[in-house]
């Protein structure tokens, strides 16, 4: 068994939470630790609110609150829309509140800055006369200079390259709309040129390892063409972690930077909620472990190119094995963009949205949200076909063998496919070629074959072929239990309900079904079952 660091892309807490962040690193970051769990795999998931981000200190000025403020209340409300999906990581640092981040990324700077790793340049930078202030990030709105998208002066939510310290096309000031002037202005930096090397090697020995998907490999294409920028890490503001050294006092760190140092802090703060000390740096330093790391387009930068160039500045901590990076999800149209925002957890099934969620994740390019689909998904897949499935099986074992699993040897084609789905959920939850949406599509095809093949089902026992109807209906309680174990990391309330009518093992740590191999028996020959189960999914909302 392996141990695993799974890390979530730390979202800004400036707006409310959407289904669009919910869809992206967060559910797959669930799904790869819920799968791992089974496997019998010790893994670590964390994550943190970017709650120094210029965009709360921007949000918060337009709204007349303290940064402290909107991020507390909004931090909250992101808190509460994780829980109620489901995908909460194990430790969800809140930066303003929580000090050791500040402290970790602190450290982390002054080892680099001692190291050389670090330096002083001076950089174009764009300042509002009107406001008096510089304007980083979230404080300009323009176009990428390397797409045309509509972009801040952070990175592309679009294509995803950095717009500093070059900037935008056609800046202006997002409070009063001026065009700033552009002004030097000294920052601390770090060369990203000088580890083009070796982010060569790493990137080489990691695809080696595992299938990365398309767009973080065409984007380094893409990134590797030309010179690497030179990162600031620095940036004259109010509100963000201070520069800890003299002269800098104007100075905060900006929080490309910070990220990945306050990934290491909240895998100490997990530990440390565990009564252990001093785990994260070992832990991140260990060969052993692996690390996967889950984002959205708008960090992909950071994700495969700063923070892996930082660790390797470093020198003693481990780089991510796989980078998954979540295209951008839309609502489709006003009726879906009405339950867009995250309280939509509070009026719909959880389970049906996590796996409608994975089911239409294009994992190659952005897709939408359609309430419409979902329905669809709802009323055909789950309530209409996972629930009269399971209805059907139970129904039958109740008329025919008095609730009671039969001796007969389990056989027909739902043994095969009982075989098939442990091994394909296997292979496509795996962090060699993650793919929730294969494993998605690939549930929703043995609920389908299973509805057909009851039909053959029911031919049998009318036919009075006993013993081969008594030996496909036990194949069909063996798929249906292994539907479940394998669905739990998708589904994980409703796998940990219908497990407990089944009798299953679950673990009660992770409180999932235990895994099991494709050929082992799962219900045993003469377990009684439930002659009905509850309503789990419903169709209304």
Same mark, same amino acid.
């Given at each position: 068994?392996?141990?695993?660091?799974?890390?979530?892309?730390?979202?800004?807490?400036?707006?409310?939470?959407?289904?669009?962040?919910?869809?992206?690193?967060?559910?797959?970051?669930?799904?790869?630790?819920?799968?791992?769990?089974?496997?019998?795999?010790?893994?670590?998931?964390?994550?943190?609110?970017?709650?120094?981000?210029?965009?709360?200190?921007?949000?918060?000025?337009?709204?007349?609150?303290?940064?402290?403020?909107?991020?507390?209340?909004?931090?909250?409300?992101?808190?509460?829309?994780?829980?109620?999906?489901?995908?909460?990581?194990?430790?969800?640092?809140?930066?303003?509140?929580?000090?050791?981040?500040?402290?970790?990324?602190?450290?982390?700077?002054?080892?680099?800055?001692?190291?050389?790793?670090?330096?002083?340049?001076?950089?174009?930078?764009?300042?509002?006369?009107?406001?008096?202030?510089?304007?980083?990030?979230?404080?300009?709105?323009?176009?990428?200079?390397?797409?045309?998208?509509?972009?801040?002066?952070?990175?592309?939510?679009?294509?995803?390259?950095?717009?500093?310290?070059?900037?935008?096309?056609?800046?202006?000031?997002?409070?009063?709309?001026?065009?700033?002037?552009?002004?030097?202005?000294?920052?601390?930096?770090?060369?990203?040129?000088?580890?083009?090397?070796?982010?060569?090697?790493?990137?080489?020995?990691?695809?080696?390892?595992?299938?990365?998907?398309?767009?973080?490999?065409?984007?380094?294409?893409?990134?590797?063409?030309?010179?690497?920028?030179?990162?600031?890490?620095?940036?004259?503001?109010?509100?963000?972690?201070?520069?800890?050294?003299?002269?800098?006092?104007?100075?905060?760190?900006?929080?490309?930077?910070?990220?990945?140092?306050?990934?290491?802090?909240?895998?100490?703060?997990?530990?440390?909620?565990?009564?252990?000390?001093?785990?994260?740096?070992?832990?991140?330093?260990?060969?052993?472990?692996?690390?996967?790391?889950?984002?959205?387009?708008?960090?992909?930068?950071?994700?495969?190119?700063?923070?892996?160039?930082?660790?390797?500045?470093?020198?003693?901590?481990?780089?991510?094995?796989?980078?998954?990076?979540?295209?951008?999800?839309?609502?489709?149209?006003?009726?879906?963009?009405?339950?867009?925002?995250?309280?939509?957890?509070?009026?719909?099934?959880?389970?049906?949205?996590?796996?409608?969620?994975?089911?239409?994740?294009?994992?190659?390019?952005?897709?939408?949200?359609?309430?419409?689909?979902?329905?669809?998904?709802?009323?055909?897949?789950?309530?209409? !076909? #996972?629930?009269?499935?399971?209805?059907?099986? $139970?129904?039958?074992? %109740?008329?025919?063998?008095? &609730?009671? =699993? *039969? @001796?007969?040897?389990?056989?027909?084609?739902?043994?095969?496919?009982?075989?098939?789905?442990?091994?394909?959920?296997?292979?496509?939850?795996?962090?060699?070629?993650?793919?929730?949406?294969?494993?998605?599509?690939?549930?929703?095809?043995?609920?389908?074959?299973?509805?057909?093949?009851?039909?053959?089902?029911?031919?049998?026992?009318?036919?009075?072929?006993?013993?081969?109807?008594?030996?496909?209906?036990?194949?069909?309680?063996?798929?249906?239990?292994?539907?479940?174990?394998?669905?739990?990391?998708?589904?994980?309330?409703?796998?940990?309900?219908?497990?407990?009518?089944? !009798? #299953?093992?679950?673990?009660?740590?992770?409180? $999932?079904?235990?895994? %099991?191999?494709?050929?082992? &028996?799962? =219900? *045993? @020959?003469?377990?009684?079952?439930?002659?009905?189960?509850?309503?789990?999914?419903?169709?209304?909302?």
């Amino acid at each position: 068994m392996n141990t695993y660091v799974v890390t979530s892309a730390p979202p800004s807490p400036d707006t409310d939470p959407h289904l669009g962040r919910l869809a992206g690193s967060f559910l797959g970051a669930d799904v790869l630790t819920r799968h791992l769990r089974q496997r019998g795999h010790q893994v670590r998931y964390v994550g943190y609110c970017d709650e120094h981000s210029t965009r709360v200190a921007s949000r918060a000025a337009k709204s007349g609150v303290t940064p402290h403020a909107l991020a507390r209340v909004v931090g909250d409300r992101m808190g509460d829309t994780l829980t109620l999906g489901a995908m909460r990581p194990d430790w969800f640092t809140r930066p303003l509140a929580d000090f050791a981040h500040a402290h970790w990324v602190r450290r982390f700077f002054l080892a680099l800055w001692e190291a050389g790793a670090l330096e002083v340049r001076e950089f174009p930078a764009l300042r509002c006369v009107p406001c008096d202030r510089y304007l980083h990030e979230a404080d300009v709105r323009g176009s990428c200079r390397h797409c045309a998208a509509p972009a801040d002066g952070a990175c592309c939510g679009s294509c995803g390259l950095p717009q500093d310290p070059e900037g935008l096309v056609d800046p202006r000031c997002t409070d009063c709309g001026a065009v700033p002037d552009t002004v030097a202005q000294r920052r601390i930096a770090f060369p990203l040129e000088g580890y083009r090397e070796q982010l060569a090697a790493y990137h080489d020995k990691a695809w080696g390892a595992a299938e990365w998907r398309p767009r973080p490999r065409a984007f380094l294409d893409r990134l590797m063409a030309a010179e690497l920028p030179v990162v600031p890490v620095s940036r004259v503001a109010d509100h963000g972690i201070p520069v800890p050294l003299p002269g800098w006092e104007e100075h905060v760190l900006d929080t490309g930077f910070s990220g990945i140092w306050g990934l290491v802090a909240a895998t100490e703060r997990l530990a440390e909620a565990y009564g252990e000390r001093n785990v994260a740096l070992p832990l991140w330093a260990d060969p052993a472990t692996r690390i996967v790391a889950f984002t959205g387009v708008d960090q992909i930068f950071a994700h495969v190119a700063l923070w892996p160039a930082l660790l390797l500045a470093e020198g003693t901590l481990g780089l991510p094995d796989q980078v998954v990076v979540s295209e951008t999800v839309q609502p489709r149209n006003a009726q879906s963009g009405a339950v867009w925002d995250g309280d939509f957890l509070r009026r719909t099934n959880a389970d049906a949205l996590r796996f409608h969620l994975c089911l239409t994740a294009a994992e190659g390019a952005e897709s939408e949200f359609s309430l419409s689909e979902y329905a669809d998904t709802v009323t055909t897949v789950l309530a209409g !076909g #996972l629930e009269t499935w399971t209805d059907t099986v $139970l129904d039958l074992l %109740a008329e025919d063998f008095r &609730r009671t =699993v *039969p @001796a007969a040897v389990p056989a027909g084609p739902m043994t095969i496919e009982r075989r098939d789905l442990t091994r394909r959920i296997a292979d496509a939850l795996g962090t060699e070629a993650y793919s929730p949406l294969r494993a998605a599509e690939d549930l929703a095809t043995a609920v389908e074959r299973a509805l057909i093949d009851v039909r053959r089902l029911r031919s049998l026992r009318e036919a009075g072929r006993g013993r081969e109807y008594a030996a496909g209906l036990t194949a069909h309680v063996e798929l249906l239990a292994a539907f479940t174990v394998a669905a739990a990391p998708l589904m994980p309330g409703w796998s940990a309900f219908l497990a407990g009518e089944l !009798g #299953l093992a679950v673990d009660q740590e992770s409180r $999932l079904p235990v895994w %099991a191999d494709e050929d082992e &028996r799962l =219900v *045993p @020959a003469g377990t009684v079952l439930p002659e009905a189960v509850p309503v789990y999914f419903h169709e209304q909302w």
